[in-house]
């Protein structure tokens, strides 16, 4: 099985922040690789695709990379309305999400 | 515009069967690339997937759970089902369903989800 990680598991910053979080794979997964925002007591939404392709009707603050083991996740400038727990899935081999990364606002 | 919703029963015993129904709108199950998945997530905790159902009627389930796993399709209907047997308590959690394209790499978009809990 491929297991994900996600580094760190809560981060607070302030609006206007940049604010970079990430995700490493057990094993080399290419691009396989997913982002998912989950704001409170709502269902997941897809912001990233193949680690850096930006999904539709997202804005542009959020962005991915990485290739292989290691992705990060990118909040370039953070708006109040991004509160909510991250979540990296990868697809390279079954399906496995990570553990997440819950952001607030400092 | 695509829209999923999950029913089903919000209490199950241990020991017993659980089913539940994914309605969608906004897309089609005969399509190229399409599915639909299930994934659940436990209060407080992280997302798990569970099945996937292709518009060829391939099928893939978790590893873990497989044995107690089964997806089915309606396209007349609209409706993907997944029934898992043998609950526990361990299973109480918020289902998802969600649309899949493009061969299923990715969930979008999601369902509200339904909470179901195990206990006698």
């Known amino acids: 099985d491929i297991q994900l990680t996600q580094s760190p598991s809560s981060l607070s910053a302030s609006v206007g922040d940049r604010v970079t979080f990430t995700c490493q794979a057990s094993?080399?997964?290419?691009?396989?690789l997913n982002w998912y925002q989950q704001k409170p007591g709502k269902a997941p939404k897809l912001l990233i695709y193949?680690?850096?392709s930006l999904a539709t009707g997202v804005p542009s603050r959020f962005s991915g990379s990485g290739s292989g083991t290691d992705f990060t996740f990118t909040i370039s400038s953070l708006q109040a309305d991004d509160i909510g727990t991250y979540y990296c899935?990868?697809?390279?081999?079954?399906?496995?999400f990570g553990p997440g990364t819950k952001v607030d606002i400092k | 515009q695509i829209t999923l919703k999950e029913s089903g029963p919000t209490l199950v015993k241990p020991t017993q069967t659980l089913t539940l129904t994914c309605t969608f709108s906004g897309f089609s199950l005969n399509s190229d690339g399409v599915g639909v998945a299930w994934i659940r997530q436990p209060p407080g905790k992280a997302l798990e997937w569970l099945a996937l159902?292709?518009?060829?009627?391939?099928?893939r389930y978790s590893p873990s759970l497989k044995s107690r796993l089964t997806i089915t399709k309606d396209t007349s209907k609209n409706q993907v089902v997944l029934t898992m047997t043998n609950m526990d308590p361990l299973d109480t959690a918020t289902y998802y369903c969600?649309?899949?394209?493009?061969?299923?790499?990715?969930?979008?978009?999601w369902g509200q989800g339904t909470l179901v809990s195990v206990s006698s």
């Open positions: 969600a649309h899949s394209d493009y061969g299923g790499n990715w969930f979008d978009p």
């Open positions: 159902i292709f518009w060829d009627d391939d099928t």
């Open positions: 899935q990868q697809y390279d081999t079954s399906f496995t």
């Open positions: 193949d680690a850096s």
């Open positions: 094993q080399d997964i290419t691009n396989y």
